[in-house]
């Protein structure tokens, strides 16, 4: 009698389980075990300590980026990694995350902040600590602690600018401003008010080694790609995030697939390989002091401008918690207006832009370690938000990002059948513009697709409609971990590189019983394999007389524009008289 594969190789961490085992569990199985696999294995409060704290003291909390400040329990407290998000309001709410170098012990933490470098106000912080024990492959268990602090922020003026600083109040030194100024922005209020503009992109990870635990050589837990036609040393996830500065967008989404802690993502046991150790046949290595980094990494744009994550399949870390996101509820403050058993799912309203984030995971026939953990929860969240923003006259366009692809090609992950059958309906019921995907590490663009089929050819600098037309499909996963391939003798076509023929015939999508099925593919217009990102601006129009428009540019990583779209949605006249598309 065969077996029930839910983890195949190249898919979920299960944190440090057997892998004859790990291929048939569920993340909450693969929880369960790793609980009961550490009760064996016990981490004294002291080593715990001396493996976490004071051995990091000359290093820094776990990446270059955080050299020279000291993890120790007697050293200065320090705030890095600054990051925003916007609350359920994101007109009147801000939420500010940093992570802390090391535990505050009696030390207070302040968030300052004002609409003028004066500042004038101070919010509670919530401080959030992680603890981490990971099996090691020379035996034994890494124990790593991380803290993290939350502040959220509520009645604000719409889009208005603030000023904000982390403050330490550490023993002698009341008012230590712990960062420099820096500045965030509330959103336009619901409705057309102004142009602004957003960037996304997918499957980041880190450029740098993390300097956590001592003694790791560069090149290990981080991006150093094995793509056999690309350079080494180049920090291409570092190269995305500068040009996402370089756009000043009012705000970021991030499509899954987030620091890469779990590098390899096999579905195989994690453990902490050091260096010039062996790890396990059938074994995966994982750092959590890669997220140290990954803050780091994404701070330039993060301290300024909110970002939004969804989850991938490398983010489910069953290491803590049932669904693999508890650690996620630490490290991040997204919004919490979604089915409360997903805690990446919500919905974001930015003048005349709804933009939704789902889990994949979910409803993946590929990824089938958390299949089906909300119960349908999610499935219907969807249809009721979808319903709502569609009825909402001041709502334009409407996005969503996730992770695993309802359509794409590649060798690697190609289209997954789950996706697009539980999801694709919804969004052509309700005119979805656009939807953002990852998973495959290239950026893809389809045609308007409806009803499975393409309806229109959108060939570079095109104009298109959803109501009229159908959903564009973005694959953008090229945010900086190694690049994937397109199938066999298909090739790249883009802006100055247009090919006539743009069908692929050796495409494939996951079924439901895990196995590709063949697929001819006419609905891929645009391929691009090098590390990018999506520059999209809205500009609301005028009832009646100028249409909504929302332009989305595909960026390389030197901010060379290599593709561009443009969406259109007519405003209706007072009393929702609707003059054509």
Known sequence: MSRMVLNPDGLTPNAGI??????QMTAAEQHDWHRGHLRARPVSRRNFLAGSAAAAAAAGVGNAAWTGIAYAADAPLAIGGRHLSYGNDPATQLTFSAQLSRNPGAAKVFLDYGPTPLLGATAAVEVRNLISQVPRSDGGVLAAEQFYVHAKVSGLTPHTSYHYRWRVADGANPTQATTPLATAQTAFPRGRFGSFRFTMMADQGIDDTPTQPPGLKPGEYDNQTTD?????????????VRQIALSQPDFHILGGD?????????????????????????????????????????????????????SGNHDIESLYSPNGYGAHEIRLAQPTNGPAKCPLTYSVVYGNLAVLSLDANDVSN???????????????????????????????????????????????????????????PLFDQYHVDAVFQGHNHVFERSDP?????????APDRSTVSSKTDGTVYYTVGGGGNSRYAFPDGVKESYRGNALSDT???????WAADGSKTPETVEWSRVRFRSYSFVRVDVTPGIPGVIPSRMTVVGVDEYGKEFDELTF???????????FGS
């Open 503 to 509: 069908s692929v015939p050796n495409s494939y999508v």
């Open 568 to 578: 259109e949605r007519r405003v209706p006249l007072l009393g929702g008289i609707d």
């Open 449 to 457: 697709i409806r009803n499975g089929k393409p309806r229109k050819a």
């Open 258 to 310: 987030i620091s890469y802690a779990d590098i390899a993502g096999r579905g195989t046991p994690l453990v902490f390989t050091p260096s010039g150790g062996s790890t396990p046949s059938g074994s995966g290595r994982y750092n959590p002091y890669m997220w140290d980094g990954y803050f780091a990494e994404i701070e330039p744009s993060a301290a300024t401008t909110p970002w939004f994550f969804a």
């Open 228 to 240: 056999p036609d690309d350079l080494p040393g180049i920090p291409h996830a570092k190269n995305v």
């Open 366 to 424: 590929e990824v089938k370690a958390l299949k089906g953990y909300s119960g349908g929860t999610q499935q219907s969240w969807l249809a009721t938000t979808l319903a709502a923003l569609r009825a909402d006259p001041d709502i334009d366009f409407i996005v969503a990002f996730y992770h695993e692809c309802a359509y794409s090609t590649t060798k690697d992950h190609a289209s997954d059948d789950g996706v697009r059958s539980a999801w694709t």
């Open 18 to 23: 057997p892998v004859s085992h790990a291929e």
